[in-house]
């Protein structure tokens, strides 16, 4: 009993999906046969009309091609003409005619492109057509010059020459051609108009097959409209059943949730973990750095401390040995102001006074520095590849940076060996060379032949204080200040050495176009003697009262008269107060405002004051683009460097121009 329900299912199911789903077959069919027929069509009128073009072009260039051979004919009777009658006008006709005959072949070479095998055919009519032009233009020339009997000869010669006859041969060969593929074409029109036939009587056969088929989708849309009122009793039910499993997805989906929750907190505190540990590495590079700065300062205060007690104790007893210890006083105090700027650069921290440099001229402005540095018994190459191409950077600090390679270079071959500087153009793609964008690059090259590097040694040239050579020899920051600068000026510095076959040092600087009129870079700073102004009035901005009481004094000794401002927020009262001020001479960083924010403040009513500003450190707050206008001086500093500032300032207010920094 129980089989013969579950085949009654089973058959009652069979019958409705029969139902449901042959009228949509039928459809379908109907649709499949009408899309294939029309295609068919289109496929039958595209293929009769594509028929036609061809034979009509197969006539088109049979006529072209008869037209040629006429053309020729008629020009060498005119050629005869001449020859015989010796009239000027009979000639230039035949030139006439000959250029027109070569004007028909260009349209046959068109008429030919797209028919591959015609190309070779019209490529030799071509040639031949050349050689017998030759040999025709030189009976005219004959003719012309008064040479009859002679022309007359070669015409008779050339009546049978090859070249006549291959034209002939040619156009034959090209003509046989087309009627062929003409027949071919023919036969192609006639099974063309012979689909086109085939497919109105299919159509016409669809048609009633298709309205015999309607009336049996009709027959089944009644059936249909039983099996759906069936269709949606099930749908009820199945309506409830996706119910209870939508209850069961929420819960699951509130179980996960708490399951990602619990996972989130514990990535968090792995990611604390992590940063952590990150902390703690970076605490312990800088110990590292500062173990290595006070380690060098310590010994240049020394040389400093040291060289200014023996100068004291022998000031009146020894003057010539004083001034030998304040001699080194001073250098270690210049040494340490070395050593600042080389932290200053790798931290790229230090402001840069950018220009337009040419690499090939500022290498030749440095061939003489870097022979006497680095000594006779090297061997110098200069390359200069760079072709015009401008680099925009700090000159001087471009000058020592390549100067450090050249050093390095010569501590790497032990004094004895070749060095090779070269200057290159180089176009980069994104990603390529570091961090590097696309475009244009100037690449300056360094190269040696001494001892090379090993891998583990690479790895670590760019770490600060890290260094192969001696104690003593060396601070470990030459690299370091490279590298910073390099990058400060947006560019890339890749090393390539291998033990015992030297290294090569590559800077990847971006091309600046420069402007139109703009006249080339300076090759050369030198300290100049300053310009002899007469004593000005100068409100001297300073929050260091040391330092303040040493920059007064310096100015008094230079004869000028500074007025002492230990805010910034004094100057505007100051100025106020002492209307003879000429100048303002203001550091960088201090308590509550900047240097430059005072003087954007103050430029309301005070803006026609030259300023100077000097920093001893520059960070993200003061980049070189509050300078702009202004003279820049660098702590530590010289009287002789101080008075070059001042001498500069005072011009530029006389003589409004670009301003420069004063080293």
Not at 9 to 19: I, L
Not at 256 to 267: I, M, N, W
Not at 300 to 311: N, P, R, S, Y
Not at 579 to 584: A, T
């Amino acid at each position: 009993m129980a089989g013969d329900d579950y085949l009654d299912e089973a058959d009652t199911a069979w019958r409705a999906a029969a139902r449901r789903f042959i009228p949509l077959l039928i459809v379908v069919l109907l649709i499949g046969s009408l899309g294939a027929l029309l295609y068919n069509a289109s496929g039958a009128a595209r293929d009769h009309e594509q028929a036609l073009d061809e034979q009509r072009h197969s006539f088109e260039i049979m006529v072209l091609a008869r037209g040629f051979e006429a053309k020729i004919a008629r020009a060498e009777v005119t050629l005869a003409r001449y020859v015989i009658s010796l009239d000027p006008d009979t000639g230039r006709l035949f030139q006439d005619q000959w250029r027109s005959a070569a004007s028909q072949l260009k349209v046959l070479t068109y008429a030919t492109r797209s028919t591959g095998w015609q190309h070779g055919n019209v490529e030799a009519l071509t040639y031949a057509f050349i050689q017998r032009g030759k040999t025709l233009n030189e009976i005219g020339l004959r003719t012309t010059y008064d040479q009859k009997m002679s022309a007359l000869g070669r015409f008779h010669q050339a009546g049978s020459s090859q070249d006549l006859r291959r034209i002939t041969a040619l156009l034959d060969i090209v003509i046989r051609a087309e009627n062929a593929r003409l027949r071919e074409r023919s036969r192609a029109v006639t099974l063309a108009g012979n689909r086109t036939e085939f497919v109105g009587k299919t159509s016409r056969l669809i048609g009633l097959i298709m309205f015999v088929c309607v009336l049996v989708a009709a027959w089944f849309a009644q059936t249909a409209y039983a099996d759906r009122r069936t269709a949606r009793r099930l749908a009820d039910m199945e309506t409830e059943r996706a119910d209870r499993l939508d209850a069961a997805v929420r819960a699951r989906t509130v179980e996960l949730s708490e399951a990602y929750e619990r996972l989130q907190e514990e990535t968090n505190e792995r990611a604390a973990a992590e940063e952590h540990l990150r902390q703690m590495q970076k605490m312990d590079a800088v110990g590292q750095l500062t173990g290595g700065i006070a380690h060098d300062f310590n010994n240049m205060l020394a040389v400093v401390v040291g060289g200014l007690e023996l100068a004291k104790r022998h000031i009146k007893v020894k003057p010539e040995e004083a001034g030998r210890h304040l001699d080194n006083a001073m250098d270690g105090a210049h040494r340490a102001s070395a050593l600042t700027r080389r932290l200053l650069a790798f931290a790229r921290s230090e402001p840069l006074l950018p220009s337009m440099v040419d690499p090939n001229t500022l290498l030749s402005g440095m061939a003489d520095l870097i022979d006497r540095t680095i000594g006779d018994q090297i061997k110098v190459k200069l390359r200069h590849e760079a072709q015009g191409w401008h680099i925009f950077v700090d000159q001087h600090q471009m000058e020592n940076a390549i100067l450090n390679l050249c050093v390095n270079a010569r501590d790497a071959m032990d004094g004895r060996g070749e060095l090779v500087i070269s200057s290159d153009q180089v176009v980069l793609m994104a990603g390529e060379i570091g961090e590097c964008p696309a475009g244009d690059y100037v690449v300056v090259t360094v190269t040696d032949d001494g001892c090379g590097m090993s891998g583990d040694v690479l790895t670590r040239v760019f770490e600060p204080f890290f260094t192969t050579k001696p104690v003593g020899k060396g601070t470990g920051l030459g690299l370091s200040q490279i590298f910073g600068f390099v990058r400060q000026c947006e560019g890339e510095i890749r090393i390539e050495s291998e033990p015992g076959n030297g290294t090569s040092v590559h800077i990847y600087l971006p091309r600046r176009i420069a402007a139109t009129g703009a006249g080339p870079a300076p090759t050369v700073t030198v300290e100049r003697t300053p310009v002899t102004h007469p004593p000005t009035r100068i409100l001297v901005v300073e929050d260091d009262p040391r330092v303040l009481k040493q920059t007064m004094a310096a100015l008094a000794e230079l004869g000028h008269l500074p007025i002492a401002c230990d805010h910034p927020s004094k100057a505007a009262r100051l100025l106020d107060h002492n209307d003879d001020i000429g100048l303002i001479v203001s550091d960088v960083l201090m308590p509550d405002m900047t240097g430059p924010e005072m003087v954007r403040a103050l430029a309301a009513t005070h803006g026609h004051l030259p300023v100077l500003f000097v920093t001893g450190y520059a960070g993200d707050a003061t980049q070189s683009i509050d300078f702009a206008g202004h003279e820049v001086l660098r702590k530590p500093y010289t009287l002789l460097a101080l008075g070059n500032a001042l001498s500069s300032a005072l011009t530029e207010s006389h003589h409004p121009g670009t301003a420069a920094a004063a080293e």
